[in-house]
Antibody
């Protein structure tokens, strides 16, 4: 069974750092890009960023709201993706979901989407 | 303010057909595939429709997606109580160079 399990969430003060982990199982982790999506309390979904698989460079991309503060990395030997969050703000309070991220080209168009989601981990930024 | 516009709420009675709209622009829906996610209360989102109108295995054929120009729709036929959830549309935005979501539509089964 394909599964993603997030961990590392908790209560953190503004300006501090936190690292989230996403442990994957049930598929060949190294073959896939991975992404993070967050959901603030009572709000909708917001893409945070993704990291390409190593065959495609293993490079990350970020939403403007977190660029320069958040870093996504991966350890294919452990099937884990990480979200390093620095200079946290109260508005970063959210449930953070790890997702598998599919991309490709079919019928003349590129596609990019999240097909498998973890259950999420809660990050609360408050003094 | 979400890049994609969805009605905040929708409702229907059991057995009815309901549609949820998602409006965008030429830089997102107009030039990319659309995806739909279902989020049941207290759970993580789940992929419902991919590449405009494709259903992952296990998703009932009561759910269907369509796209026309810069808008897309999710239709649910034979509405059931377990369909009560939040529904989100998503696509890639060429201007923002990243995925974007709609604000979500809360579906209530009366």
């Amino acid at each position: 069974e394909v599964q993603l399990v997030e961990s590392g969430g908790g209560l953190v003060q503004p300006g501090r750092s936190l690292r989230l982990s996403c442990t994957a199982s049930g598929f060949t982790f190294g073959d896939y890009a991975m992404s993070w999506v967050r959901q603030a309390p009572g709000r909708g979904l917001e893409w945070v960023g993704f990291i390409r698989s190593e065959p495609y460079g293993g490079t990350p991309e970020y939403a403007a709201s977190v660029k320069g503060r958040f870093t996504i990395s991966r350890d294919d030997s452990k099937s884990i993706a990480y979200l390093h969050m620095n200079s946290l703000k109260t508005e970063d309070t959210a449930v953070y979901y790890c997702t598998r991220y599919l991309s490709g080209y079919v019928y003349g168009h590129y596609y990019y989407y999240m097909d498998v989601w973890g259950k999420g981990t809660t990050v609360t930024v408050s003094s | 303010q979400s890049v994609l516009t969805q009605p905040p709420s929708a409702s229907g009675t059991p057995g009815q057909r309901v549609t949820i709209s998602c409006s965008g622009s030429s830089s997102n829906i107009g030039s990319n595939y659309v995806y739909w996610y279902q989020q049941l209360p207290g759970t993580a989102p789940k992929l419902l429709i991919y590449r405009n109108n494709q259903r992952p295995s296990g998703v009932p054929d009561r759910f269907s997606g369509s796209k026309s120009g810069t808008s897309a729709s999710l239709a649910i036929s034979g509405l059931r109580s377990e369909d009560e959830a939040d529904y989100y549309c998503a696509t890639w935005d060429d201007s923002l160079s990243g995925p974007v979501f709609g604000g979500g539509t809360k579906l209530t089964v009366l």
